[in-house]
DNA sequence: TGTTGATGTAATCGATCGATCACAACAATG
DNA sequence: CATTGTTGTGATCGATCGATTACATCAACA
């Protein structure tokens, strides 16, 4: 299959920041103004103009919901640590040195 | 390669219902308590039980990702329709023809 | 210079969030 | 039956959301 493999560009979230670049670069990639994205999306400009510049983690859910699917962009959920994932292997794990304590954190309290 | 497949969690996510059902089904494979899970989020107990149950649109952005993080679960978003939106033509207006129809593509997606 | 387009900004307002504390339902266990 | 643990619920309260409308800034261009 792999066919996630074909999209090429594969950003991890890990913040409000994250989503906020990430919603800003795909806008630009399309070459659509904030106000299209807006209208597409259902939400105001004034709130595309805040996030994309902000990235608040106060925004709603639904709100970036419907921006993420207006920019066509996929976005997934697997879990972090015991999986060595190639796809996005384009970054260091050394970004994220905390994870790993987490990790055998969570697997100590189930196992005992 | 395809080593992501080898992991055999990969959730889409599409509405928040489904970051509701990935949250959950999460916190019990991982044998957490919702207690145990929200003290580890920093968020209260009550909207946990709440956004496994319904999966508020509402629910802030931050929240979400305090419990993603918790449960040690990675998030990430790539281009959905496989349209190769290049960064090469982004410079160029819509006129260019080596933009695609983003916009017949993207409102045939969300208008159905 | 004047116009067009994209972006960033302000004040206000109804609606909702998320935290908190205590309790009830339910299962498992002794 | 009594106890323990997990989950779901109610009411309230301060804080914030996101929409709206109009204007300012900046760049490009004839």
Redesign the pocket.
Known sequence: MCTIAHTGTIMRIASASDIAAIIRGR??DLGL???EVAQRA??????L?????SG?T???LG??LRVIDALDLAVDAHPQSGASLAVASAKAPADDPGTVDLDALLDGLRGG
């Open positions: 806008r630009q103004t904030q106000g259902g939400v105001s400009r004034r709130w103009v805040n996030f994309e510049a608040s106060h925004a709603e709100t970036i």
